[in-house]
């Protein structure tokens, strides 16, 4: 038993503690945000099938809660509406919730809001389709998945950073970045598909 525990301590220094701490993957942020999109198509599927068989209350739903829309950055814009203002809408909008997404996150929120997030997108995105009365548009569904993409780096940033107290601080200087340049670039093409042109 004496001869395990050394040799067991000794392969745990030569490994950097790897072997005698497992629950460092839990820590890892690639394993946290693999699990954030994973639990967001579980939501997905849930949401589909949900669609599928409740239909008109997901209508009735959607149509008497609109602000939920505004949550995922969904905006019903007057025809004539000023560029500036359409993209500024979308901008904050997008902003706040993201930043919502990376404080719940630090909060240990990631299961349930993963999904309920991929739970209320897909429901917004059939119901959309149903109510215009048409197929989804390739470049909404390029929008969702763009959206959903850099919630999920929030989200799971935020749970990194709770757990690792900014032990590694190269995480949260890459994943800021990037989901501000996601987060762009999904407005510029909304811009695109809104007005023609992005500038």
Known sequence: MAY???HKKKLSAQTG???SSPGR???NYWIILGKCIGWLLLGAAAGYAFFYFFTDFCLNFVTRYKFIQGLFGLNQYAQGSKYIAVFM???VGNLVSTIAYFILGYFRLLLPLSIVTGFLMM???FTGSVIRNIPI???VIILF???AFYRCIALATGEHLYKNRLKNKAVLA???PVVVVLLLGAAFYEIYQIFGYVF
Do not use: D, M
């Open 4 to 6: 395990q525990y050394k």
């Open 17 to 19: 503690g790897l072997i």
């Open 25 to 27: 993957l839990n820590n």
């Open 89 to 91: 809408a979308i901008i």
């Open 123 to 125: 429901i917004l995105l």
């Open 137 to 139: 548009p390739y470049e």
């Open 145 to 147: 998945s763009v959206e």
């Open 174 to 176: 890459v994943s800021a």
